[in-house]
Nanobody, 124 residues
Framework: QVQLVESGGGLVQAGDSLRLSCAAS????????MGWFRQAPGKERDFVCF????????YYADSVKGRFTISRDNAKSTVTLQLNSLKPEDTAAYYC?????????????????WGQGTQVTVSS
């Protein structure tokens, strides 16, 4: 089992950047591939990006490709999401999640462990 805690959210203006972090504990972090999802009020939780267990492969939703970057540090049991060129439509609660699946995983149901979320609000 793994516990996940996100941090780094906040209120920014369009075009700004943010860096979200997710700290893991309780299990071997490198055993899990990791993903980020986001959920706006009244909407479903949407896939944002995925990174493999070793960090050598990443996959992004089209809506964030070229603007967001996922990375991980297995020695520190952390996964980071760099958000650049933020848009108002990026406003949502952002969640990190852990999965034992090894290929690109875009469905929330494929992730076993979730953090509590961190809010990102982008004003126009």
């Amino acid at each position: 089992q793994v516990q996940l805690v996100e941090s780094g959210g906040g209120l920014v203006q369009a075009g700004d950047s943010l860096r979200l972090s997710c700290a893991a504990s309780g299990s071997t972090f490198s055993s899990y591939a990791m993903g980020w999802f986001r959920q706006a009020p009244g909407k479903e939780r949407d896939f944002v990006c995925f990174i493999s267990k070793s960090g050598d492969f990443a996959y992004y939703a089209d809506s964030v490709k070229g603007r967001f970057t996922i990375s991980r540090d297995n020695a520190k049991s952390t996964v980071t999401l760099q958000l650049n060129s933020l848009k108002p439509e990026d406003t949502a609660a952002y969640y990190c999640a852990a999965t034992l699946y090894t290929s690109s995983v875009i469905l929330a149901t494929q992730y076993a462990y979730w953090g509590q979320g961190t809010q990102v609000t982008v004003s126009s």
